[in-house]
T-cell receptor, first 117, second 116 residues
Framework: KNQVEQSPQSLIILEGKNCTLQ??????????LRWYKQDTGRGPVSLTI???SENTKSNGRYTATLDADTKQSSLHITASQLSDSASYIC????????????????WGLGTSLAVNP | EAGVTQFPSHSVIEKGQTVTLRCDPI?????LYWYRRVMGKEIKFLLH????????ESGMPNNRFLAERTGGTYSTLKVQPAELEDSGVYFC??????????????FGPGTRLTVL
């Protein structure tokens, strides 16, 4: 069973609308939680990175929240644009080693978002 | 600043053949990671270099996979001999060893490998 579960699997919204994507994880202990955007044929691009002590972080129209107690995170997209069509992946990083290196990133399957005009 | 580059972008080979994937990290990034996404599954970690040393190779599926990073610059991932289940997209990422964004990994576009 994957340690990072995302919902919904796919989502279609109209341009200009808001949406919220969910992520539940069982990775423990963890160092940080990341949301990535992956366009078709491209590599993942980081949107937000939050440590366990952070509750929310914004990057433009993207706002991520984290509840470390319930092990849940969400990504809220405001005023969606056609260019927001992509896969959004929740990723949890395990604890750093003594050198401060973040090792294995544990990935969710992603939510495929389509923004229609 | 140039991003992470990978070559080739696509590779189609027959079962039993050998393929070598290349990754050029962002200049100055000591950390280099390889990941793989098999169709329908999540992206999974393969291994991690710090400069030329393998820090963690626990995700490598078997001994048909060999990763190198001679000189601590670019890295290669060789699959020999390739099997059908090796098909997928192989991503490379790099990050700084220190600095304000040392934990952020920057990804290349991936190499799509198809084994027939």
């Amino acid at each position: 069973k994957n340690q990072v579960e995302q919902s919904p699997q796919s989502l279609i919204i109209l341009e200009g609308k808001n949406c919220t994507l969910q992520c539940n994880y069982t990775v423990s202990p963890f160092s940080n939680l990341r949301w990535y955007k992956q366009d078709t044929g491209r590599g993942p691009v980081s949107l937000t990175i939050m440590t366990f002590s952070e509750n929310t972080k914004s990057n433009g129209r993207y706002t991520a929240t984290l509840d470390a107690d319930t092990k849940q995170s969400s990504l809220h997209i405001t005023a969606s644009q056609l260019s927001d069509s992509a896969s959004y992946i929740c990723v949890v990083s395990g604890p750093s080693d003594n050198a401060g290196n973040n090792r294995k990133l544990i990935w969710g399957l992603g939510t495929s978002l389509a923004v229609n005009p | 600043e140039a991003g992470v580059t990978q070559f080739p972008s696509h590779s189609v080979i027959e079962k039993g053949q050998t393929v070598t994937l290349r990754c050029d990290p962002i200049s100055g990034h000591d950390n280099l990671y390889w990941y793989r996404r098999v169709m329908g599954k999540e992206i999974k970690f393969l291994l991690h270099f710090v400069k030329e040393s393998k820090q963690d190779e626990s995700g490598m599926p078997n001994n048909r996979f060999l990763a190198e990073r001679t000189g601590g610059t670019y890295s290669t991932l060789k699959v020999q001999p390739a099997e059908l289940e090796d098909s997928g997209v192989y991503f490379c990422a790099s990050s700084q060893q220190q600095g304000p964004r040392f934990y952020e990994q920057f990804f290349g576009p991936g190499t799509r490998l198809t084994v027939l």
